[in-house]
Nanobody, 125 residues
Framework: QVQLVESGGGLVQPGGSLRLSCAAS????????VGWYRQAAGRQRELVAT???????IYADSVKGRFTISWDSARNTAYLQMNSLKVEDTAVYYC???????????????????WGQGTQVTVSS
């Protein structure tokens, strides 16, 4: 059973930086994507960034040039480096890992969708 444990959130002033970590325990077979999402109070959860091995990295327009997503396969840990933070970045941040393994020769798959517990990021002066 895979668990994702997030850390690194906290209070920071506008213009400051934080790095969020998402450590995965348990067996992950084949990663389809790594993502970070956020949900501000009273708002819908939104995509911040996604990373697909061998493919594209996608960022929300609101964080382009400021945030960087990465995946450390040796540690099974995802990161979100956040620079030049703004008040509007305040939210609970969730990491997500989608993975699968192939069941048989015909290509049948078992899909997995894991979520972290969330970590609060508050940007305020």
């Amino acid at each position: 059973q895979v668990q994702l444990v997030e850390s690194g959130g906290g209070l920071v002033q506008p213009g400051g930086s934080l790095r969020l970590s998402c450590a995965a325990s348990g067996r992950i077979y084949s990663i389809d994507s790594v993502g970070w999402y956020r949900q501000a109070a009273g708002r819908q959860r939104e995509l911040v960034a996604t990373f697909t091995p061998g493919r594209n990295t996608i960022y929300a327009d609101s964080v382009k040039g400021r945030f960087t997503i990465s995946w450390d396969s040796a540690r099974n840990t995802a990161y979100l480096q956040m620079n030049s933070l703004k008040v509007e970045d305040t939210a609970v941040y969730y990491c997500n890992i989608k993975s699968h393994f192939t069941i048989n020769v015909e290509g049948a798959r078992r899909e997995f969708d894991h979520w972290g517990q969330g970590t609060q990021v508050t940007v305020s002066s």
